[in-house]
């Protein structure tokens, strides 16, 4: 079945520098890939997506990268802040983006100042 | 625009007590989903409404939970009775779909910590 297996945590940063946090995923077809985060005490936030093989999504100077080739979706930011201090999700779903996420289990990151 | 607004954001109760949980979706939204996020996890699908059907379930407890979506708009889930195992964040998202630019991308609520003594 469909599987999403995230690098462990936590991930600890000085601020201004470079993330990296892997995601492989395991499925069938063609999935939309997403990364979420969860600031503490609040729901998942939609972080950014890419809905096939080789599309970039970007959002708040965060970038994944759908590759089909190493089914992988790695998120990087070139230059961490202390807000960026989180948990990241890495999730897939099915073709046509509809119907349940499937999640990782969530990579926690701390930024000190 | 509001977003998808549970309540209670926390609930105690002790074993074998019954629970409810509400959610009110974003306004047009004919999706709604409720997850369960154990510590440490990601979230896992409970059920899956499509308007007031419920079209994946497979994953509920039906022995011991339930949900409903009169309507189509606002959904309760209920465990009656709660067992320690329960203790976990209950997550309502909300997603209109469709095949347009933005659709089918998932709300989340702020979640109900449920914890049973």
């Known amino acids: 079945g469909n599987s999403v297996t995230q690098m462990e945590g936590p991930v600890t940063l000085s601020e201004e520098a470079f993330l990296t946090i892997n995601c492989t995923y395991t499925?069938?077809?063609?999935?939309?890939l997403f990364w979420y985060v969860q600031y503490p005490g609040e729901g998942l936030q939609l972080l950014l997506k890419?809905?096939?093989?080789?599309d970039k999504g970007s959002n708040k100077g965060f970038e994944a990268t759908y590759r089909k080739e190493t089914t992988s979706f790695h998120l990087e930011k070139g230059s961490v802040q202390v807000s960026d201090s989180a948990v990241y999700f890495c999730?897939?779903?099915?073709?046509?983006?509809?119907?349940?996420?499937?999640f990782g289990q969530g990579t926690t990151l701390q930024v000190k100042p | 625009e509001a977003g998808v607004v549970q309540s209670p954001r926390y609930k105690i109760i002790e074993k074998k007590q019954p629970v409810a949980f509400w959610c009110n979706p974003i306004?047009?939204?004919?999706?709604l989903y409720w997850y369960l996020q154990n510590l440490g996890q990601g979230p896992e699908l409970l059920i899956r409404?499509?308007?007031?059907?419920?079209?994946?379930d497979s994953q509920l407890p039906k022995d011991r939970f339930s949900a409903e979506r009169l309507k189509g708009v606002d959904s309760t889930l209920k465990i009656q009775p709660a067992e320690l195992g329960d203790s976990a964040v209950y997550l309502c998202?909300?997603?209109?779909?469709?095949?347009?630019?933005?659709?089918?991308?998932?709300?989340f609520g702020a979640g109900t910590r449920l914890s049973v003594l």
């Open positions: 998202a909300s997603s209109l779909t469709g095949t347009g630019e933005g659709q089918n991308i998932q709300y």
């Open positions: 499925a069938t077809g063609y999935p939309s």
């Open positions: 890419a809905t096939k093989a080789d």
């Open positions: 999730a897939l779903s099915g073709y046509g983006n509809t119907g349940k996420l499937i």
């Open positions: 306004s047009g939204h004919n999706t």
């Open positions: 409404y499509e308007n007031e059907e419920a079209v994946d």
